[in-house]
């Protein structure tokens, strides 16, 4: 069996975090989406993969040459949609498919849930189905699938995965998932629902937070670098290699910090946190379920929570985030559309804060700079500079 994963995508609902990276390279639990995809198909079994790229190619191509398993590269010139990128990888099919999203995590069990043969949809249960195409289901088989639909409470949805014959990938002329499946069904295919195991997907980008906290429930205990003995490390715990953890540090499972980090002294993080490398914690600062990306630099005396900081952000001391819940306003142009959003703070990349700064459910775009005493909410676009 071969494998195709979808990580064309731009993610623009991340935004900030996807304007220079595809939400496949998001790092959640300190490794990119598109890891565990990977491993997940090794682990079935499957060896032959194929990764269609597109936006921001060049960053997954070179993350994808870092890896231990070589996989094929196609290119998608536009992003016109997921059945157009399957499409695109047609000519190197031979063999019954599974076809999944690189930013979407799912575990081996999902993959061999869905089996060998024929055509097949991964379904599983949403409270959210305005984000999914919700399927209806009869006697084993899917009847239809309805994108994006203006329902509440709670359906099934597609999670993503496919299984397809090579027959159905090469007579792909749709641009969209949903519009391949809904003409199979309407041509008399017959394509099973299979009920999935392990599945998270994180639409914006204060979902990253459920999918951090979901991912390090697998955290396994492993320590390096230099912890002092007055360190009090409780649960599971991963620190990478020549991190260093000051005296008077409490560190609560699941927590995973990477290399070349040093935090501390008497510095509180988790549970449900992850830190990039190259990270600087300076002393008395608490951060609890919030994710921290490479060559960060967070002050003394702050209090992060339900957080996500971007990549090479930096930040003075005494900052506060404030966990609310709102409505915002992400897209562009005519595809503006509110979403309900619960968290503290996202920064974006190179994010500049000085000191007693407090963010209450803002979103902060990328290389903004904020001066000190400023109390912010809601979206602050790129390049904005706060006074």
């Known amino acids: 069996m071969q494998a195709v994963i979808l990580a064309g995508g731009e993610g623009w609902r991340l935004r900030p975090l996807t304007k220079n990276r595809p939400k496949a390279l998001i790092p959640v639990g300190n490794r990119p989406l598109i890891d565990y995809c990977i491993e997940a198909l090794l682990e079935s079994g499957i060896r032959d993969i194929i990764v269609v790229?597109?936006?921001?190619?060049?960053?997954?191509i070179r993350h994808l040459n870092t890896l231990d398993h070589e996989v094929k590269v196609v290119v998608q010139e536009k992003q016109?949609?997921?059945?157009?990128?399957?499409?695109?990888?047609?000519?190197?099919i031979h063999d019954t498919t599974l076809v999944l999203s690189g930013d979407n995590y799912l575990d081996a069990g999902s993959i061999e849930a869905i089996g060998t043969s024929g055509n097949a949809i991964m379904v599983t249960g949403s409270l959210s189905p305005s984000h999914y195409g919700v399927v209806q289901v009869q006697d084993g088989l899917v009847t239809s699938l309805m994108e994006k639909p203006d329902e509440k409470g709670p359906c099934m949805v597609s999670s993503g995965l496919y299984l397809f014959t090579p027959e159905v990938i090469k007579s792909i002329r749709e641009y969209d998932m949903s519009d391949l499946v809904i003409r199979l069904i309407n041509d008399g295919i017959p394509i099973r629902a299979v009920y999935g195991g392990d599945w998270y997907d994180a639409i914006h980008s204060w979902d990253l937070l459920g999918q951090n906290h979901h991912l390090l429930q697998t955290n396994v205990s492993k320590r390096s670098g230099t912890i002092s003995r007055f360190v009090t490390v409780n649960g599971r715990v991963s620190i990478g290699a020549r991190s260093i953890i000051g005296p008077g540090c409490t560190i609560t499972g699941p927590v995973r910090i990477g290399e070349d980090t040093t935090i501390g002294p008497n510095v509180i993080i988790g549970p449900d946190v992850s830190v990039g490398d190259r990270a600087s914690i300076e002393p008395f600062t608490v951060i609890a379920n919030s994710i921290i990306l490479d060559d960060v630099c967070i002050g003394?005396?702050?209090?992060?929570k339900d957080s996500v900081i971007g990549e090479g952000c930096s930040i003075s001391d005494h900052l506060s985030t404030i966990t609310t819940e709102g409505f915002y306003s992400l897209g562009e142009g005519d595809g503006k559309m509110l979403h309900r959003g619960t968290f503290g703070a996202i920064l974006g990349e190179r994010v500049s804060l000085e000191s007693s700064v407090v963010l209450k459910g803002c979103i902060l775009g990328n290389d903004c700079q904020v001066q000190s005493g400023r109390r912010l909410e809601g979206v602050i676009p790129d390049g904005s500079r706060v006074i």
């Open 300 to 304: 003394s005396h702050s209090r992060i």
């Open 80 to 92: 016109i949609g997921s059945a157009n990128a399957l499409a695109c990888a047609s000519h190197l």
């Open 53 to 60: 790229v597109g936006y921001r190619r060049e960053r997954v």
